[in-house]
């Protein structure tokens, strides 16, 4: 199913050396689905950027049969959906569980989290099915099997699904020292711009860089059928105000929708004060996973430095995770990867 050499290759091309857990994880993706190997997955976990993604990814590229890669945010949304189209069965969601993997052999889930009691029961029943049907999956988190759902009021009820976890997948441990998405040449279009009177003068040029055109005038778009005031809107452009985008009560939905409608978001006026805020920090967190997760350029002016109003909340759940991909947005490398400039 995976040929260990052509990951090595894909690696290579990428100037990564294989640290001796990435080795580990390789090898057991390499025997999964084999005779050699007595599990029906791989569950890779760790902090962020020690590159649980990148050997996935690389794996999941060169990986023979029919095979499926998704965020997670992507899977809860499009499983959700089809819950509610679904008719009424005996049991509609293992009616689109099976249809969800029609014809699918390998299935690899990134950024693989359960922190609400309504989607461990989704997950759980979808992992059983997805086994019982031979489905080898491969999942990447920033916790550790037995660190799922935390919540000690919930945590009991996702205790039989972390068993199969822990029986059924080879667990391994990405930590390493090195963080690969830090320390990169910054992209030669600025990304974290601050303050705001640097801003001002910065973001019509790169809207006009990024678009192929000047921004018009202020515009309503329409983000999961709800409304968002717009300072400029074009094929490829979304530039929008924080307040409008994460105080407001938006949920990964929107982000969702914004990421497949437009290739490039300028996130203007963040006010740092305003990430203390436990729901709208979550929002941006929902916002930077899913511009990371679609490879989209993302530009942020806030009114004091961003990276490091973060640092200083990094206690926060998942925020160094967020930390470490905006280190990767802002590099020369994720531009080269993800950027194409109109004509």
Not at 262 to 271: E, M, P, T
Request: aromatic content about 8%.
């Amino acid at each position: 199913m995976i040929d260990a050499a052509r990951v090595m290759q894909a690696l290579a091309e990428r100037h990564v050396v294989p640290d001796s857990r990435q080795r580990d994880a390789l090898a057991a993706l390499a025997a999964l689905g084999t005779p050699a190997s007595p599990f029906d997955g791989v569950y890779c976990y760790g902090l962020p950027g020690r590159g649980k993604s990148l050997v996935v990814d690389a794996a999941f590229s060169v990986a023979a049969g029919e095979k499926r890669r998704v965020h997670f945010h992507e899977f809860l949304r499009d499983m959700h959906r089809q819950l509610v189209r679904e008719p009424k069965c005996d049991d509609r969601l293992a009616a689109v569980a099976h249809r969800w993997l029609t014809g699918v052999t390998l299935l690899c889930f990134d950024e693989f989290h359960v922190h609400d009691i309504a989607d461990a029961f989704l997950i759980g029943r979808f992992l059983d099915i997805a086994l019982a049907r031979g489905v080898k999956l491969v999942l990447t988190s920033n916790y550790a099997p037995q660190d799922l759902l935390p919540d000690p009021e919930y945590h009991a009820r996702f205790e039989a699904t972390i068993a199969v976890i822990v029986q059924r997948f080879a667990i391994v441990h990405f930590d390493g020292a090195t963080d690969y998405r830090m320390g990169g040449e910054p992209a030669s279009l600025s990304r974290w711009i601050a303050p705001l009177d640097v801003a001002n003068g910065v973001l019509p040029q790169h809207y006009a860089q990024l678009e192929g055109a000047p921004p018009g005038a202020a515009v309503e778009v329409s983000l999961a059928g709800r409304a968002l005031a717009a300072r400029g809107s074009g094929e490829h452009v979304l530039w929008a105000n924080f307040d409008d985008l994460c105080v407001a009560h938006r949920s990964h939905l929107d982000y969702l929708a914004l990421a497949e409608h437009w290739q490039s978001l300028i996130v203007d006026a963040l006010h740092v004060e305003r990430l203390r805020r436990p729901d709208t920090l979550q929002r941006f967190l929902w916002l930077v996973d899913i511009c990371y997760d679609r490879q989209r350029t993302l530009i942020i002016a806030s009114d004091a430095p961003l990276i490091p109003a973060l640092d200083a909340m990094r206690d926060w759940r998942d925020l160094s995770r967020t930390i470490s991909r905006l280190a990767e947005m802002g590099s020369l490398d994720y531009e080269r990867r993800t950027l194409t400039l109109p004509r």
